[in-house]
């Protein structure tokens, strides 16, 4: 898949990237290229649309990094466009519920559906050891409900046995129930398609999902039919709650307008791509992954990620330039978690400021992940301008009022003005002579640890 769309985008993005100056005519141009590029591969029109104007908005409003062109700026622009189009990194299929967890497959006839049920089943079993019982509820065509019984047993997974005669809600209540007198983790039901959408289909989802109330419900389409897969999409999700969709067969020869297009049509993560027949043909979603292979201009989107971590770089220190001299207030400690958060947490700042790189490593066990910094960068919100510049004269009338505000606790807002003075003393004693305590004993006392 993607194969034309990528030589495509190449082409344009090739003549760009080496170009030391782009006026906006350049850009506008290019996006043309990209826009025909796009429509070619089969791309949703509105996706299209929405994609253009925002590289384009992007570009224009671009600063363009030291050591990087704008051509190579504008693949980076479309490179993370391309991104948030495709959607939302590693979504998961969640099991987090009380077992056995139902997830209903539901999809036309000959998406893929009864293959990608066992490829699921398959690594859900190997690779995260969960008991797992597959029901096919294809009531309309036995020879669907053998086949799932033969991949079951092809791939060391139980199916529950067939009876004929009973109706598709009828099998998942038995299926649901067989999972929990059995102990079985997750119970996947495996609805029954139709060729096209029909109204008689749609019925019967709805039934199964209402009887069998399913925590995941996968939508598997076909991504060589483009367009036509996110219109059934659509209708799926006009009518039952669909929680992720599995595009099939890409690799095949598809345009890629069915991946490039899911999300922004349907709202709905793509979390699995089926790559192949065999049983162990399926692989998580991720879109800059995708984007790359799109692409294939990784070396050029990490060269512009890295200039803009340079200045990041630059920006860490003036802070730490400002903390020297004693005037580190809470403003710069707020900018200095905002920059945390973008570049990777506490391990990068500290790769950034003079005398630190050896306490990297005692970071990692100082639990500075990014939700404390979260959670740290709201109590700031929550203060007044006077407060952040005048940390001293918090009291704990104002403590309590900033821990209600920032949905913290008072003791969370100590910690962080803990923090401050710690950092601030740390880096005017390191502005001075060294000190005996070392850089372990300030960081140490900079985490109130
Ligand atoms: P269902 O009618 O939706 O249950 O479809 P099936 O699971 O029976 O699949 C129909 C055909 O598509 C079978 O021959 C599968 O082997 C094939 N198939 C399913 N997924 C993939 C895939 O990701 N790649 C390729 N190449 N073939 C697939």
Known sequence: MFEGLSTRLSGILDRLKGRGALSEADVQEAMREVRRALLEADVALEV??????????????????????????VVKIVHDTLVDTLGTDGVAIDLVAVPPVPIMMVGLQGSGKTTTTAKIAKRLFEKQKKKVLMASLDTRRPAAMEQLASLGKQIGVDTLPIVTGQSPVQIARRA??????GGYDVVMLDTAGRTHVDEAMMMEVAEVERAAKPHETLLVVDSLTGQDAVNVARSFTGRVNVTGVVLTRVDGDGRGGAALSMRAVTGKPIKLLGTGEKMDGLEDFHPSRVANRILGMGD????????????DAEQGMAIARKMQQGKFDLDDLGQQLDQMLKIGGMQGLMGMLPGMKQAKQ???????????????RAVIQAMTRWERRNPKEIDGKRRRRIAKGSGTSPEEVNKLLKMHRGMADMMKSMGGAQGKRGPMAGLANMFGL
């Open 48 to 73: 299209v649309r929405s994609f253009t104007d925002k590289v384009r908005d992007r570009a224009v409003g671009a600063e363009v990094l030291k050591s990087v062109t704008p051509g190579q700026m």
């Open 176 to 181: 649901i129930e067989a999972g929990r007198l």
């Open 300 to 311: 050029i989107v990490s060269l512009v990620e890295k200039a803009a971590e340079s200045i």
């Open 362 to 376: 005692q970071l990692a066990s100082a639990n500075m992940d990014d939700k404390v910094i979260k959670r740290q």
